[in-house]
């Protein structure tokens, strides 16, 4: 019989998972750190899934029809999803970027020739970096947007599709590799959506999962005053702030099976360091957010309690959208006598800096 799909959407999910086998026993680790490689979804992330599950909600709902406009807030890796995944369905995508989209996602909704927005359009959130980012403020501005326009507002952040999604498919496929041995879930939180859905269908069929949440240290997220200029991308807190800083998601799934065990910071020059490694080690190129979910990992691996034990930790996306940042900037060693005047190092310095921030912003 014939194998020929007839659209992108056919082919999201059952991603696999792999060992960190080579990186583990360089350093000793006894625990078996699994990664799923979302990036091999269609468009390149696990975003994947969650725009397509958008996209049936909507046509169920009859809110979407072939020819329609679909408009969200991105940081990259959902958009790319909903203009891939939406322009094979005859749809139609605009993004409003956040701070931080790479030149390269730039480009790439370019190359579908989607017509861009800056974050910052939407009125309600144009002073977050004064007060910080009000997901509820945001829901508020995208959807007067969507009203004012005739648009379809995709909701990746409030729409309970999301983690269903997860709770549907990436929940059991990571449960049917791995035999029902898993012992900890670690992924990064930006939606909560892979989070909240993986962790709520493990939980049912392993109570005593641990799951794990990992988000950026402050010195990583654009709004915080130590903010260093290199950001994990896609990242909003899951704890240690106010309640209306939470993503929607975990707020909102509390009383429906799902909770943290542990919420992990990462500074994103660790998860640069991790990437790097890993890139050599197993020759995986991961996107920063899936280095900072492994280097959680790797935190966890190192703990006693978890030798001989299965960690699965999302691998949301690779690093090819992240080459204009420091993400693989490998730090060149020089020789004493190269090296300049103390001046000049401090100038050098404060240089590279600046170049990191402007890339990274």
């Known amino acids: 019989m014939s194998k020929i799909h007839r659209s992108i959407a056919e082919l999201v999910g059952n991603t696999p998972l792999v060992e960190l086998t080579n990186y583990q026993a360089r350093h000793g680790l006894k625990a078996h750190i699994i990664g799923k490689l979302e990036y091999l979804n269609p468009s390149g992330s696990v975003k994947d899934r969650l725009a397509q599950a958008l996209i049936e909600e909507g046509r169920a709902n009859g809110d ?4 329609s406009t679909l408009i969200d807030v991105t940081s990259g890796n959902t958009g790319i999803s909903l203009a891939a995944l939406g322009h094979a369905q005859g ?46 403020d945001l829901v ?3 959807t007067r947007i969507a009203e004012e326009q005739g648009y379809y507002y995709a909701g990746q952040t409030v729409r309970e599709s999301n983690q269903e999604a997860h709770y549907r498919t990436t929940g ?15 992924a990064l939180g930006g939606t909560a959506g892979t989070l909240v859905g993986v962790g709520r269908y493990l939980r049912e069929k392993n109570p005593d999962v641990k799951i794990i949440g ?28 106010s309640e209306e800083f939470l993503p929607t998601l975990v707020k909102s799934n509390r009383d429906n099976g799902f909770r943290f065990d542990e919420i992990i910071d990462v500074r994103a020059e660790d998860a ?11 020759g995986l190129f ?34 090819f959208k992240y080459l204009s940042t420091g993400l693989y900037k ?8 190269a090296l300049p005047s103390a001046v000049d190092t401090d100038t050098a310095a404060d240089t590279e800096t600046a170049a990191v921030q402007a890339a990274a912003v």
Request: proline share 5%.
């Open 64 to 67: 979407i029809t072939d020819g």
């Open 91 to 136: 749809l139609k995508f605009i993004p409003y970027l956040e701070p931080g989209t790479t030149q390269e996602r730039i480009d790439i909704f370019e190359g579908y020739g989607l017509d861009t927005h800056s974050f910052t359009d939407i009125e309600e959130v144009a002073d977050f970096e004064e007060k910080g980012l009000v997901p509820d």
């Open 140 to 142: 508020r501005g995208i």
């Open 172 to 186: 059991p496929e990571i449960w049917e590799d791995t035999d029902g041995h898993v012992d900890y879930f670690v």
């Open 214 to 241: 990992v988000h950026g240290a402050s010195s990583s997220r654009p709004d915080s005053e130590d903010f260093t200029g290199n950001i994990i991308d896609g990242t909003l807190p899951l704890g240690g702030v």
């Open 272 to 282: 640069y360091e991790t990437a790097q490694a890993t890139a050599e080690s197993d």
């Open 286 to 319: 991961l996107g920063t957010s899936a280095a900072a979910a492994l280097t959680a990992a790797i935190e966890v691996a190192k703990r006693p309690e978890a030798a001989g034990k299965n960690i699965v930790v999302i691998y949301a996306d690779n690093g």
């Open 330 to 337: 490998r730090k060149k060693a020089l020789s004493r006598d």
